[in-house]
Protein backbone atom coordinates (compact mmCIF):
# COMPACT_ATOMS: atom_id res chain seq x y z
CA UNK A 1 0.00 0.00 0.00
CA UNK A 2 2.97 2.39 0.55
CA UNK A 3 2.41 3.29 -3.27
CA UNK A 4 -0.96 3.97 -2.94
CA UNK A 5 0.14 6.68 -0.90
CA UNK A 6 2.46 7.69 -2.34
CA UNK A 7 0.35 8.30 -5.92
CA UNK A 8 -2.19 9.73 -3.17
CA UNK A 9 0.10 12.51 -1.79
CA UNK A 10 1.89 13.05 -5.75
CA UNK A 11 -2.18 13.71 -6.50
CA UNK A 12 -2.09 16.57 -3.75
CA UNK A 13 0.72 17.98 -5.29
CA UNK A 14 -0.43 18.67 -8.46
CA UNK A 15 -3.77 20.01 -7.38
CA UNK A 16 -2.03 22.51 -4.94
CA UNK A 17 0.38 23.18 -8.25
CA UNK A 18 -2.60 23.61 -10.39
CA UNK A 19 -4.53 25.86 -7.77
CA UNK A 20 -1.29 27.94 -7.25
CA UNK A 21 -1.41 28.84 -11.56
CA UNK A 22 -5.44 29.03 -11.16
CA UNK A 23 -4.94 31.53 -8.25
CA UNK A 24 -2.30 33.54 -10.29
CA UNK A 25 -4.19 33.58 -13.43
CA UNK A 26 -6.90 35.28 -11.18
CA UNK A 27 -4.99 38.05 -9.73
CA UNK A 28 -3.01 38.49 -12.78
CA UNK A 29 -6.61 38.84 -14.84
CA UNK A 30 -7.65 41.70 -12.37
CA UNK A 31 -4.45 43.30 -12.18
CA UNK A 32 -4.33 43.77 -15.56
CA UNK A 33 -7.38 45.31 -15.65
CA UNK A 34 -6.64 47.68 -12.86
CA UNK A 35 -3.18 48.72 -14.61
CA UNK A 36 -3.96 48.73 -17.75
CA UNK A 37 -1.15 46.26 -18.87
CA UNK A 38 -1.20 44.48 -21.53
CA UNK A 39 1.70 42.07 -20.95
CA UNK A 40 0.29 40.73 -17.45
CA UNK A 41 -2.82 40.00 -19.68
CA UNK A 42 -1.10 37.88 -22.01
CA UNK A 43 0.45 36.14 -19.56
CA UNK A 44 -2.68 34.77 -18.35
CA UNK A 45 -3.24 33.62 -21.80
CA UNK A 46 -0.29 31.80 -22.10
CA UNK A 47 -0.62 30.14 -18.77
CA UNK A 48 -4.02 28.38 -19.34
CA UNK A 49 -2.33 25.72 -21.89
CA UNK A 50 -0.59 24.61 -19.05
CA UNK A 51 -3.36 24.75 -16.52
CA UNK A 52 -5.51 23.37 -19.17
CA UNK A 53 -2.65 20.64 -19.62
CA UNK A 54 -2.77 19.70 -15.90
CA UNK A 55 -6.29 18.89 -15.63
CA UNK A 56 -5.73 16.26 -18.26
CA UNK A 57 -2.93 14.69 -16.28
CA UNK A 58 -4.45 15.40 -12.61
CA UNK A 59 -7.68 13.43 -13.94
CA UNK A 60 -5.78 10.58 -15.69
CA UNK A 61 -4.08 10.26 -12.37
CA UNK A 62 -7.52 10.31 -10.01
CA UNK A 63 -8.72 8.01 -12.53
CA UNK A 64 -5.48 5.76 -12.90
CA UNK A 65 -5.97 5.42 -8.81
CA UNK A 66 -9.52 5.01 -8.61
CA UNK A 67 -9.33 1.61 -10.89
CA UNK A 68 -5.54 0.11 -9.67
CA UNK A 69 -6.79 0.14 -6.57
CA UNK A 70 -9.71 -0.41 -4.40
CA UNK A 71 -9.96 2.45 -2.29
CA UNK A 72 -12.18 2.88 0.57
CA UNK A 73 -14.19 5.25 2.46
CA UNK A 74 -11.84 8.26 3.32
CA UNK A 75 -9.26 7.45 0.08
CA UNK A 76 -12.32 7.03 -2.25
CA UNK A 77 -13.54 10.60 -0.65
CA UNK A 78 -10.40 12.17 -1.62
CA UNK A 79 -10.38 10.52 -5.13
CA UNK A 80 -13.97 11.74 -6.01
CA UNK A 81 -13.80 14.81 -4.37
CA UNK A 82 -10.04 15.30 -6.26
CA UNK A 83 -11.74 14.39 -9.56
CA UNK A 84 -14.43 17.45 -9.08
CA UNK A 85 -11.89 20.07 -7.45
CA UNK A 86 -9.80 19.59 -10.70
CA UNK A 87 -12.88 20.22 -12.63
CA UNK A 88 -13.59 23.34 -10.60
CA UNK A 89 -10.33 24.78 -10.89
CA UNK A 90 -10.01 24.33 -14.58
CA UNK A 91 -13.02 26.50 -15.03
CA UNK A 92 -11.97 29.48 -12.48
CA UNK A 93 -8.72 29.33 -15.11
CA UNK A 94 -11.11 29.97 -18.05
CA UNK A 95 -13.48 32.56 -16.13
CA UNK A 96 -9.47 34.37 -15.58
CA UNK A 97 -9.63 34.13 -19.60
CA UNK A 98 -12.58 35.56 -19.64
CA UNK A 99 -11.33 38.55 -17.60
CA UNK A 100 -8.50 38.94 -19.47
CA UNK A 101 -10.66 39.55 -22.89
CA UNK A 102 -12.59 41.91 -20.99
CA UNK A 103 -9.57 43.41 -19.57
CA UNK A 104 -7.58 43.74 -23.31
CA UNK A 105 -10.74 45.55 -24.44
CA UNK A 106 -11.00 47.88 -21.79
CA UNK A 107 -7.49 48.87 -22.05
CA UNK A 108 -8.17 50.52 -25.99
CA UNK A 109 -10.68 53.03 -24.23
CA UNK A 110 -10.62 55.41 -21.31
CA UNK A 111 -11.92 54.16 -17.75
CA UNK A 112 -15.46 55.02 -16.92
CA UNK A 113 -14.53 55.25 -13.16
CA UNK A 114 -11.74 54.49 -10.53
CA UNK A 115 -12.58 50.59 -9.88
CA UNK A 116 -12.71 49.98 -6.29
CA UNK A 117 -14.99 47.15 -5.59
CA UNK A 118 -13.55 44.95 -8.09
CA UNK A 119 -10.74 44.68 -6.62
CA UNK A 120 -11.83 44.37 -3.35
CA UNK A 121 -14.18 41.72 -4.80
CA UNK A 122 -11.31 40.04 -6.65
CA UNK A 123 -9.44 39.83 -3.31
CA UNK A 124 -12.15 38.04 -1.59
CA UNK A 125 -12.83 35.72 -4.43
CA UNK A 126 -8.67 35.20 -4.66
CA UNK A 127 -8.80 34.58 -0.35
CA UNK A 128 -11.62 32.13 -1.48
CA UNK A 129 -9.96 30.06 -4.15
CA UNK A 130 -6.74 30.18 -1.72
CA UNK A 131 -8.79 28.98 1.91
CA UNK A 132 -10.83 26.42 0.22
CA UNK A 133 -7.29 24.44 -1.36
CA UNK A 134 -5.80 25.20 1.62
CA UNK A 135 -8.74 23.46 3.71
CA UNK A 136 -8.29 20.31 1.54
CA UNK A 137 -4.61 20.08 1.63
CA UNK A 138 -5.23 20.14 5.70
CA UNK A 139 -8.16 18.70 5.91
CA UNK A 140 -9.79 21.65 7.78
CA UNK A 141 -12.92 21.80 8.24
CA UNK A 142 -13.24 24.90 9.91
CA UNK A 143 -11.60 26.95 7.10
CA UNK A 144 -13.95 25.08 4.40
CA UNK A 145 -16.78 26.46 6.45
CA UNK A 146 -15.40 30.15 6.30
CA UNK A 147 -15.57 30.20 2.45
CA UNK A 148 -18.97 29.17 2.53
CA UNK A 149 -19.54 32.30 4.22
CA UNK A 150 -17.56 34.61 2.28
CA UNK A 151 -20.32 33.41 -0.61
CA UNK A 152 -22.85 35.99 0.77
CA UNK A 153 -20.24 38.93 0.69
CA UNK A 154 -19.42 38.33 -3.19
CA UNK A 155 -22.75 38.61 -4.03
CA UNK A 156 -23.69 41.50 -2.22
CA UNK A 157 -20.38 43.13 -3.89
CA UNK A 158 -21.90 41.93 -7.41
CA UNK A 159 -24.96 44.17 -6.89
CA UNK A 160 -23.66 46.96 -5.77
CA UNK A 161 -21.27 46.77 -8.53
CA UNK A 162 -24.07 46.14 -10.99
CA UNK A 163 -26.40 48.80 -9.50
CA UNK A 164 -23.82 51.40 -9.47
CA UNK A 165 -22.99 50.61 -13.43
CA UNK A 166 -26.31 50.56 -14.65
CA UNK A 167 -26.28 54.03 -12.96
CA UNK A 168 -23.29 55.19 -15.12
CA UNK A 169 -24.81 53.66 -17.99
CA UNK A 170 -28.53 55.35 -17.58
CA UNK A 171 -26.60 58.68 -17.28
CA UNK A 172 -24.21 58.67 -19.71
CA UNK A 173 -25.02 56.01 -22.91
CA UNK A 174 -21.32 56.70 -24.20
CA UNK A 175 -20.20 54.54 -21.23
CA UNK A 176 -22.37 51.48 -21.84
CA UNK A 177 -20.39 49.21 -23.34
CA UNK A 178 -17.46 49.67 -21.39
CA UNK A 179 -19.83 49.41 -17.97
CA UNK A 180 -21.34 46.12 -19.57
CA UNK A 181 -17.46 44.64 -19.54
CA UNK A 182 -16.82 45.84 -16.06
CA UNK A 183 -20.26 44.15 -15.00
CA UNK A 184 -19.32 40.96 -17.07
CA UNK A 185 -15.76 41.36 -15.05
CA UNK A 186 -17.65 41.29 -11.55
CA UNK A 187 -19.89 38.17 -13.02
CA UNK A 188 -16.73 36.22 -13.91
CA UNK A 189 -15.62 36.71 -10.29
CA UNK A 190 -18.63 35.82 -8.92
CA UNK A 191 -18.33 32.60 -10.70
CA UNK A 192 -14.94 32.57 -9.97
CA UNK A 193 -16.20 32.42 -5.88
CA UNK A 194 -19.05 29.84 -6.90
CA UNK A 195 -16.79 27.52 -7.81
CA UNK A 196 -14.59 27.86 -4.72
CA UNK A 197 -17.49 27.37 -2.46
CA UNK A 198 -17.87 24.19 -4.67
CA UNK A 199 -14.50 23.13 -3.52
CA UNK A 200 -15.25 23.87 -0.04
CA UNK A 201 -18.09 21.69 0.05
CA UNK A 202 -15.92 18.51 -1.48
CA UNK A 203 -13.64 19.34 1.25
CA UNK A 204 -16.44 18.72 4.51
CA UNK A 205 -17.29 15.94 2.45
CA UNK A 206 -13.93 14.41 2.34
CA UNK A 207 -13.00 15.46 6.18
CA UNK A 208 -16.70 14.83 7.61
CA UNK A 209 -18.34 12.32 5.42
CA UNK A 210 -21.24 14.99 5.27
CA UNK A 211 -22.79 16.31 2.27
CA UNK A 212 -23.29 20.03 2.47
CA UNK A 213 -24.26 21.20 -0.99
CA UNK A 214 -27.50 23.08 -1.36
CA UNK A 215 -27.71 23.01 2.83
CA UNK A 216 -24.55 25.87 2.84
CA UNK A 217 -27.44 28.70 3.55
CA UNK A 218 -29.14 26.59 6.75
CA UNK A 219 -26.25 25.30 8.43
CA UNK A 220 -24.30 29.23 8.40
CA UNK B 1 -21.63 -9.18 -11.86
CA UNK B 2 -25.26 -9.44 -12.23
CA UNK B 3 -25.80 -7.17 -9.83
CA UNK B 4 -23.40 -4.49 -10.80
CA UNK B 5 -24.58 -4.22 -14.10
CA UNK B 6 -28.17 -3.62 -13.03
CA UNK B 7 -26.80 -1.13 -11.06
CA UNK B 8 -25.24 0.59 -13.71
CA UNK B 9 -28.34 0.78 -15.76
CA UNK B 10 -29.98 1.92 -12.43
CA UNK B 11 -27.37 4.82 -12.31
CA UNK B 12 -27.84 5.52 -16.32
CA UNK B 13 -31.86 5.72 -15.83
CA UNK B 14 -31.30 8.37 -12.88
CA UNK B 15 -28.89 10.49 -14.91
CA UNK B 16 -31.21 10.03 -17.78
CA UNK B 17 -34.46 11.36 -14.91
CA UNK B 18 -32.36 14.09 -14.22
CA UNK B 19 -31.71 15.12 -17.36
CA UNK B 20 -35.17 15.23 -18.11
CA UNK B 21 -36.11 17.07 -15.26
CA UNK B 22 -33.15 19.81 -16.02
CA UNK B 23 -34.20 19.97 -20.00
CA UNK B 24 -37.22 20.76 -18.84
CA UNK B 25 -36.35 23.62 -16.39
CA UNK B 26 -34.06 24.80 -18.89
CA UNK B 27 -37.36 24.97 -21.87
CA UNK B 28 -40.03 26.50 -18.70
CA UNK B 29 -37.46 29.14 -18.10
CA UNK B 30 -37.22 30.75 -21.49
CA UNK B 31 -41.07 30.46 -22.11
CA UNK B 32 -41.47 31.78 -18.85
CA UNK B 33 -39.65 35.17 -19.82
CA UNK B 34 -41.61 34.68 -23.68
CA UNK B 35 -44.79 34.48 -22.10
CA UNK B 36 -44.37 36.46 -19.07
CA UNK B 37 -45.81 33.03 -17.35
CA UNK B 38 -45.17 33.75 -13.71
CA UNK B 39 -46.70 30.50 -12.55
CA UNK B 40 -44.16 28.68 -14.87
CA UNK B 41 -41.41 30.56 -13.31
CA UNK B 42 -42.35 29.27 -10.34
CA UNK B 43 -42.76 25.59 -10.96
CA UNK B 44 -38.76 25.75 -12.24
CA UNK B 45 -37.77 27.32 -9.13
CA UNK B 46 -40.10 24.79 -7.24
CA UNK B 47 -38.32 21.65 -9.24
CA UNK B 48 -34.87 22.98 -8.48
CA UNK B 49 -35.11 21.30 -5.25
CA UNK B 50 -35.73 17.99 -6.91
CA UNK B 51 -32.89 18.62 -9.06
CA UNK B 52 -30.88 19.02 -6.15
CA UNK B 53 -31.90 16.04 -4.47
CA UNK B 54 -31.23 14.17 -7.48
CA UNK B 55 -27.79 14.99 -7.76
CA UNK B 56 -26.66 13.79 -4.21
CA UNK B 57 -28.58 10.71 -4.87
CA UNK B 58 -26.42 10.22 -8.04
CA UNK B 59 -23.27 11.03 -6.99
CA UNK B 60 -24.00 8.69 -3.85
CA UNK B 61 -24.91 5.76 -6.09
CA UNK B 62 -22.02 6.44 -8.64
CA UNK B 63 -19.84 6.76 -5.78
CA UNK B 64 -20.72 3.42 -4.13
CA UNK B 65 -20.41 1.45 -7.59
CA UNK B 66 -16.80 2.67 -7.62
CA UNK B 67 -15.94 1.60 -3.84
CA UNK B 68 -17.65 -1.89 -3.75
CA UNK B 69 -16.79 -3.21 -7.03
CA UNK B 70 -13.41 -2.74 -8.77
CA UNK B 71 -14.75 -1.50 -12.30
CA UNK B 72 -12.19 -1.68 -14.96
CA UNK B 73 -11.41 0.32 -18.13
CA UNK B 74 -14.72 1.15 -20.16
CA UNK B 75 -16.85 0.45 -16.73
CA UNK B 76 -14.75 3.15 -14.55
CA UNK B 77 -14.69 5.49 -17.99
CA UNK B 78 -18.84 5.23 -17.44
CA UNK B 79 -18.69 5.95 -13.72
CA UNK B 80 -16.42 9.34 -13.62
CA UNK B 81 -18.07 10.18 -16.55
CA UNK B 82 -21.52 10.03 -14.42
CA UNK B 83 -20.13 12.23 -11.77
CA UNK B 84 -19.16 14.65 -14.28
CA UNK B 85 -22.38 14.55 -15.86
CA UNK B 86 -24.16 14.52 -12.75
CA UNK B 87 -22.26 17.37 -11.63
CA UNK B 88 -22.87 19.50 -15.11
CA UNK B 89 -26.40 18.96 -14.79
CA UNK B 90 -26.93 20.26 -11.61
CA UNK B 91 -25.08 23.12 -12.89
CA UNK B 92 -27.82 23.90 -15.53
CA UNK B 93 -30.35 23.57 -13.21
CA UNK B 94 -28.71 26.17 -11.20
CA UNK B 95 -28.86 28.52 -14.43
CA UNK B 96 -32.23 28.02 -15.13
CA UNK B 97 -33.31 29.34 -12.32
CA UNK B 98 -31.03 32.67 -12.71
CA UNK B 99 -33.16 32.85 -16.18
CA UNK B 100 -36.35 32.48 -14.15
CA UNK B 101 -34.98 34.89 -11.54
CA UNK B 102 -34.37 37.49 -14.64
CA UNK B 103 -37.98 36.48 -16.05
CA UNK B 104 -39.66 37.40 -12.95
CA UNK B 105 -37.92 40.56 -12.87
CA UNK B 106 -38.98 41.82 -16.42
CA UNK B 107 -42.41 40.18 -16.20
CA UNK B 108 -43.00 43.68 -14.16
CA UNK B 109 -41.86 46.03 -17.28
CA UNK B 110 -42.67 46.59 -20.06
CA UNK B 111 -40.93 44.43 -23.14
CA UNK B 112 -37.55 46.02 -24.58
CA UNK B 113 -38.54 44.53 -28.01
CA UNK B 114 -39.90 41.15 -29.32
CA UNK B 115 -37.65 38.60 -28.75
CA UNK B 116 -36.26 36.77 -31.42
CA UNK B 117 -32.29 35.54 -31.02
CA UNK B 118 -33.01 34.61 -26.96
CA UNK B 119 -35.73 31.91 -28.17
CA UNK B 120 -33.62 30.55 -30.95
CA UNK B 121 -30.35 30.30 -28.64
CA UNK B 122 -32.81 29.02 -26.37
CA UNK B 123 -33.72 26.40 -28.70
CA UNK B 124 -30.00 25.05 -29.84
CA UNK B 125 -28.94 25.18 -26.07
CA UNK B 126 -32.08 22.85 -25.18
CA UNK B 127 -30.99 20.72 -28.28
CA UNK B 128 -27.37 20.09 -26.97
CA UNK B 129 -28.49 19.11 -23.72
CA UNK B 130 -30.63 16.55 -25.33
CA UNK B 131 -28.55 15.71 -27.56
CA UNK B 132 -25.51 15.31 -25.27
CA UNK B 133 -27.39 12.93 -23.19
CA UNK B 134 -28.93 11.05 -25.82
CA UNK B 135 -25.28 10.64 -27.02
CA UNK B 136 -24.19 9.00 -23.52
CA UNK B 137 -27.01 6.80 -23.29
CA UNK B 138 -26.58 5.18 -27.09
CA UNK B 139 -22.67 5.84 -26.49
CA UNK B 140 -22.98 7.63 -30.05
CA UNK B 141 -20.07 9.80 -30.94
CA UNK B 142 -21.15 10.83 -33.85
CA UNK B 143 -23.79 12.72 -31.83
CA UNK B 144 -21.81 13.50 -29.44
CA UNK B 145 -19.75 15.47 -32.19
CA UNK B 146 -22.51 17.48 -33.40
CA UNK B 147 -22.91 18.88 -29.94
CA UNK B 148 -19.39 19.99 -30.22
CA UNK B 149 -20.55 21.82 -33.40
CA UNK B 150 -23.33 23.77 -32.34
CA UNK B 151 -21.25 25.33 -29.80
CA UNK B 152 -19.90 27.84 -32.35
CA UNK B 153 -22.92 29.42 -33.29
CA UNK B 154 -24.38 29.64 -30.01
CA UNK B 155 -21.40 31.58 -29.46
CA UNK B 156 -22.37 33.55 -32.19
CA UNK B 157 -25.80 34.58 -31.02
CA UNK B 158 -24.88 35.69 -27.97
CA UNK B 159 -22.32 38.18 -29.40
CA UNK B 160 -25.26 39.41 -31.63
CA UNK B 161 -27.84 39.63 -29.28
CA UNK B 162 -25.68 41.53 -26.90
CA UNK B 163 -24.35 43.85 -29.74
CA UNK B 164 -28.34 44.80 -30.00
CA UNK B 165 -28.69 45.08 -26.67
CA UNK B 166 -26.10 47.49 -26.80
CA UNK B 167 -27.54 49.51 -29.30
CA UNK B 168 -30.51 49.63 -27.26
CA UNK B 169 -29.13 50.87 -24.07
CA UNK B 170 -26.86 53.59 -25.89
CA UNK B 171 -30.18 54.85 -28.37
CA UNK B 172 -32.66 55.02 -24.54
CA UNK B 173 -31.22 54.80 -21.39
CA UNK B 174 -34.39 53.92 -19.66
CA UNK B 175 -33.67 50.51 -21.53
CA UNK B 176 -30.59 49.88 -19.80
CA UNK B 177 -31.63 47.36 -16.95
CA UNK B 178 -33.97 45.71 -18.64
CA UNK B 179 -31.32 45.62 -21.68
CA UNK B 180 -28.90 44.41 -19.23
CA UNK B 181 -31.63 41.37 -17.53
CA UNK B 182 -31.88 40.17 -21.10
CA UNK B 183 -27.26 40.00 -21.95
CA UNK B 184 -27.60 37.94 -18.70
CA UNK B 185 -30.28 35.54 -19.89
CA UNK B 186 -28.52 35.18 -23.16
CA UNK B 187 -25.14 34.28 -20.77
CA UNK B 188 -26.75 31.83 -19.06
CA UNK B 189 -28.09 29.80 -22.19
CA UNK B 190 -24.26 30.20 -23.19
CA UNK B 191 -23.15 28.58 -19.96
CA UNK B 192 -25.71 25.69 -20.53
CA UNK B 193 -24.36 25.11 -23.89
CA UNK B 194 -20.79 24.66 -21.97
CA UNK B 195 -21.96 22.70 -20.10
CA UNK B 196 -23.93 20.68 -22.78
CA UNK B 197 -20.62 20.93 -24.84
CA UNK B 198 -18.53 19.44 -21.35
CA UNK B 199 -21.14 16.48 -21.49
CA UNK B 200 -20.38 15.21 -24.92
CA UNK B 201 -16.62 15.76 -24.31
CA UNK B 202 -17.07 13.26 -21.60
CA UNK B 203 -18.71 10.57 -23.87
CA UNK B 204 -16.28 10.72 -26.46
CA UNK B 205 -13.99 9.90 -23.67
CA UNK B 206 -16.56 7.08 -22.51
CA UNK B 207 -16.85 5.71 -25.84
CA UNK B 208 -13.87 5.93 -27.55
CA UNK B 209 -11.47 6.63 -24.46
CA UNK B 210 -10.74 9.74 -26.48
CA UNK B 211 -9.83 12.97 -24.51
CA UNK B 212 -11.14 15.77 -26.57
CA UNK B 213 -10.93 18.63 -24.25
CA UNK B 214 -8.84 21.70 -25.05
CA UNK B 215 -8.78 20.14 -28.37
CA UNK B 216 -12.65 20.37 -29.80
CA UNK B 217 -11.60 23.44 -32.13
CA UNK B 218 -8.98 22.27 -33.83
CA UNK B 219 -11.13 18.86 -34.16
CA UNK B 220 -14.10 20.19 -35.52
Redesign the interface.
Known amino acids: MRHFIEELEDLRKQLLEMAGLVELAVHDSVLSLMERDQERAQRVLVNE ?1 RI ?2 M ?2 RI ?1 ELA ?1 RL ?2 LN ?4 RD ?2 FL ?1 AA ?2 IN ?1 DLERMGDLAVNIVERALSLMAQPPVKPLIDIPRMAQLAESMVRNSLDSFVKRDAELARSVLLSDDAVDDLRDTI ?1 KEL ?1 GF ?3 D ?2 T ?2 RA ?1 DL ?2 VS ?1 NLERIADHATNIAEDVLFVVQGV ?1 V ?2 HAEEHD
Chains 1, 2 share one sequence.
Open positions: ANQEIDTLAQPMALRTLKNSVMERPSVSLILRDRH
